[in-house]
């Protein structure tokens, strides 16, 4: 059984224009935002962003900034699948997932240069046997390459 996909990206953000039956005034005015795939407009919207009270500017500007916010993020996060996000959510957030995945990296290279280190150490370059020095020949580009950096 295949998992259910969500709408593609990119979506859009605009605000909501209802008419009044007589079609003079609008219902909401920036007081509610609609948030659509940006392929197909015409259809129901993916999501409603109501603070409530549109007559209270505060309130009609958070509707705007978090239907901005979630835009953003969900095409920022475009081709990253949700079991990803959920579990860096659980982490803190994808930065901190990231900080720790950069932490990660960082020992393994440290640890990897250590190792180079000592196979460059105990493989001369004038080593007679060819294999030995080619062999430290390589550990020392490869150090000199993570030195360099």
Excluded at 102 to 131: F, G, H, N, T, W
């Amino acid at each position: 059984m295949s998992e259910q996909k969500h709408t593609q990206e990119p979506w859009i953000y605009f605000p909501a224009r209802h008419e009044w039956h007589t079609g003079e005034k609008a219902i909401f005015d920036d007081g509610v935002w609609y948030i659509h795939p940006a392929d197909d407009v015409e259809r129901l919207p993916i999501c409603i962003i109501d603070k409530g009270n549109d007559h209270h500017e505060p309130t009609r500007k958070q509707a705007e900034v978090d239907a901005r916010r979630i835009v953003a993020c969900i095409n920022a996060c475009e081709g990253i699948p949700t079991d990803g996000l959920e579990a860096h959510a659980n982490k803190g957030g994808m930065i901190g997932a990231a900080i720790e995945t950069v932490a990660d990296y960082k020992q393994q290279r440290d640890e990897l240069l250590a190792s180079m280190k000592r196979i460059a150490e105990r493989c001369p370059a004038d080593s007679p046997i060819y294999a030995i020095a080619s062999v430290g020949d390589g550990a020392r580009l490869a150090i000199a390459k993570v030195e360099s950096k």
